[in-house]
């Protein structure tokens, strides 16, 4: 496990951005029943772990794409991250609607992005992939190049691993499911019993139930 990867999962499961209950499993929008919980807004209230954040991001976009000319954030969790980063940066920001806005202009980019600019996407979690993966195809539709995205945490799914190798756009996160398991477990957060189910969930989250 990287440092950074064990300092953020630290600091989100913390702040309570992140909660495991394998024994109270939460239901997401989608319907699934999940032993885990992410909700990395939070850390926009905690001053030092938001600054800690942007400046783990930004770090990473100098190291890997010192020629990025945008950022875009995807739209509502990064949009507030994404424009922390674009201004340590000193860069254009834009954010990207799940669909297109029913009135006015009907954009679904909000901002000044011009065609053939190079863009790194902020996300702040992925799940499946698909609503970020679709903000990507919208700046591609635009003209624009997507250098690849980097986002706060991921659960790992293989459908999103899957999804992402097939669009053919670079992941890379700040957290992994994995590391919060790991500083879970160490810090007495689960027991070793619970991770049987974690990982099992993790597996097919979609058909997953408690006691499965």
């Known amino acids: 496990m990287k440092i950074i990867e064990k300092s953020v999962a630290e600091k989100l499961l913390k702040i309570k951005a992140i909660k495991l209950q394998p024994n109270n499993p ?8 999940s032993p885990i919980y992410c909700d990395n807004r939070k850390t ?11 400046i783990e991001l930004t770090r990473l976009i100098l190291e890997m794409y010192p020629d990025v000319e945008v950022i875009a954030g995807v739209a509502t969790g990064a949009i507030a991250q994404g424009a922390l980063v674009a201004d340590a940066l000193g860069l254009p920001f834009v954010y990207v609607r799940p669909t297109p806005k029913g009135h006015g202009l009907e954009n679904m980019i909000e901002g000044d992005l011009r065609p053939k600019q ?9 799940s ?4 970020s993966l679709k903000a990507v195809e919208a700046i591609r539709n635009d003209g624009s190049e997507v250098l690849g ?23 890379t996160t700040l957290c992994t499911y994995d590391a919060v398991l790991s500083v879970a477990l160490s810090t007495n957060y689960i027991s070793s019993d619970d991770i049987d189910t974690l990982q099992e969930w993790r597996k097919e989250p979609s058909v997953w139930s408690p006691g499965k």
Do not use: C, H
């Not at 926009?44 to 942007?54: E, G």
């Not at 190079?118 to 992925?126: G, Q, R």
């Not at 499946?128 to 609503?131: D, H």
């Open 26 to 33: 939460f239901t997401w929008a989608s319907g699934w029943k």
């Open 44 to 54: 926009l209230s905690y001053p030092q772990i938001r600054n800690y954040v942007k």
């Open 118 to 126: 190079k863009v790194v996407v902020i996300e702040d979690l992925i």
């Open 128 to 131: 499946t992939g698909g609503s």
């Open 149 to 171: 995205m980097i986002a706060i945490f991921t659960y790992g799914f293989p459908v999103s691993i899957q999804k992402f190798a097939q669009a053919k756009v670079k992941l």
